[in-house]
């Protein structure tokens, strides 16, 4: 039975996500007041220009341009428009009007996250994300909520849709990343200018809101080491896939110690690494995005699922939607969201991984046994090695070989070494002779 007045809600930004709430809000308005106990009344989308072109037919009668009277108006405020300002102001605006916000504005969560919840607490309202972080999947609620009894020990996410989509054609396809980014930009994945994407911007906003949530600590995108994946080339794919692995663009969350400094903290952090292909994350394929939880109680979870597109998106928003409405109705402060651990985060240097390094070097004898002392001088342990002869003659003399005596290729993957070891060993062996070229350092991941 609805007992409780209709909510009155208002959308401010009406692009591919915008429209489909208000489709959805408005084609479902029965179903989500039986769920809710409240009807929720679509009052008005605020846009920029009322007669641009929308992906889906809105009524004209809802758009305006007056924002802020229309959040003044509101119950519950749903932000689409993206970007720092307005949107920022006018989420501040809805709070302090008494509204609870919905918003997938990830850059302004990354950016502003912390200055925005203490607004919410301080007037009892609540902000809610669920679709700022890998689109339709389920994420946020499960580490604010599901998760708050446990202990998160480290995430690994694929939370970029554009770069797992040219990455896995590369490695289905033995594409190129020139082209495999072509065909990403044809098909709409990745956008006219794609730096947010392959750079790993996007995926560092995620990580840093992912963090936060996680191990209750304000974590700055700024604090969050970022490597994109424009240097991945078709030969590390072909070559990782022969070894077992896949190359993917992981954001990481870790709680770890400093294994020389014994200082306790967060990592997060963006770059491609390699992964094993029995790993379950190794099966994301497409434009897919698919987040892994490694939690102390409850061990390993995996959230799957599309992590980007309208109506996938408007699933998570009107998700939000319905919990906000709820809370609106039974009354109360909603859900806590603390930064009480309060954790120091920690730099790259501070991590501990796997690490795979290929090499061009001379072949000559010897050469294998001193790139393997410098490994054991500067504590770093050997896992496999794999080698194999590159090109001999006059090609070697211009490769660099001095005696033409030919080249190799070493392939050597490490155990866990700390990334301060690592980076000492390779300088050590990019200063040999003998090492025609470093090609490559990649990291190996979900151990
Ligand atoms: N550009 C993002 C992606 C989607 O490629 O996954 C929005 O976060």
Redesign the pocket.
């Known amino acids: 039975m609805i007992a409780y007045r209709n909510l009155r809600v208002a959308l401010l930004g009406a692009g591919s996500v915008g429209a489909q709430v208000a489709t959805l809000l408005t084609e479902h308005h029965d179903e989500l007041a039986s769920r809710v106990g409240a009807g929720l009344d679509l009052v008005g989308i605020a846009v920029r220009d009322v007669d641009a072109p929308r992906s889906a037919p809105l009524d004209p009668a809802l758009l305006t341009t007056d924002a802020m009277s229309l959040i003044e108006s509101a119950d519950i405020v749903i932000e689409l428009m993206g970007g720092i300002e307005p949107a920022r102001s006018y989420i501040l605006h809805a709070l302090n009007s008494g509204a609870d916000v919905v918003t997938g504005n990830?850059a302004l969560l990354a950016a502003h996250g912390p200055e925005l919840q203490a607004a919410a607490e301080q007037v009892g309202a609540q902000v809610y994300y669920e679709a700022a972080v890998a689109?339709a999947i389920p994420i946020i609620r499960p580490l604010r909520e599901s998760l708050a009894g446990d202990r998160v020990k480290r995430i690994l996410g694929i939370?970029?849709?554009?770069?797992n989509f040219i990455l896995d054609k590369m490695d289905v396809e033995g594409d190129t990343f020139e082209n495999a980014l072509a065909v990403a930009t044809e098909l709409g994945?990745a956008?006219a200018d794609p730096t947010?994407?392959i750079e790993g911007y996007?995926a560092a906003q995620k990580a840093a809101i992912l963090a936060r949530l996680a191990f209750h600590t304000d974590v700055p995108v700024e604090a969050v080491h970022r490597e994109g994946i424009t240097t991945i080339t078709a030969a590390q794919v072909s070559q990782a896939q022969k070894a077992g692995y896949v190359v993917k663009l992981l954001a990481i969350c870790e709680r770890l110690t400093d294994p020389e400094t014994g200082v306790e903290g967060v990592s997060a952090r963006v770059y491609p690494a390699l992964i094993s292909r029995q790993h379950p994350l190794a099966a994301v394929h497409g434009?897919k995005?698919a987040v892994f939880v490694e939690a102390e109680a409850a061990g390993d979870l995996m959230f799957y699922g599309a992590?980007?597109g309208g109506i996938e998106t408007a699933s998570a928003v009107l998700g939000d939607v319905v919990s906000a409405a709820r809370r609106h109705v039974a009354g109360g402060p909603g859900v806590a969201e603390t930064t009480h651990a309060n954790l120091t985060i920690l730099p790259i240097d501070s991590v501990s991984t796997r690490y795979q390094i290929t090499l061009e070097v001379s072949d000559a004898p010897g050469v294998l046994a001193r790139i393997a002392s410098l490994f054991s001088e500067h504590g770093v342990s050997v896992e496999a090695v794999q080698q194999s002869v590159a090109s001999v003659g006059p090609d070697a003399v211009a490769a660099g070989t001095p005696d033409g005596s030919g080249t190799a290729t070493l392939v050597i993957v490490t155990h866990i070494a700390s990334e301060r070891a690592l980076s000492r060993t390779v300088a050590a062996i990019a200063d040999q002779k003998v090492v025609v070229r470093v090609e490559s350092v990649l990291r190996v991941e979900g151990a």
């Open positions: 990830k689109g939370v970029n849709g554009t770069t994945y956008e947010a994407d996007d434009g995005n992590g980007a």
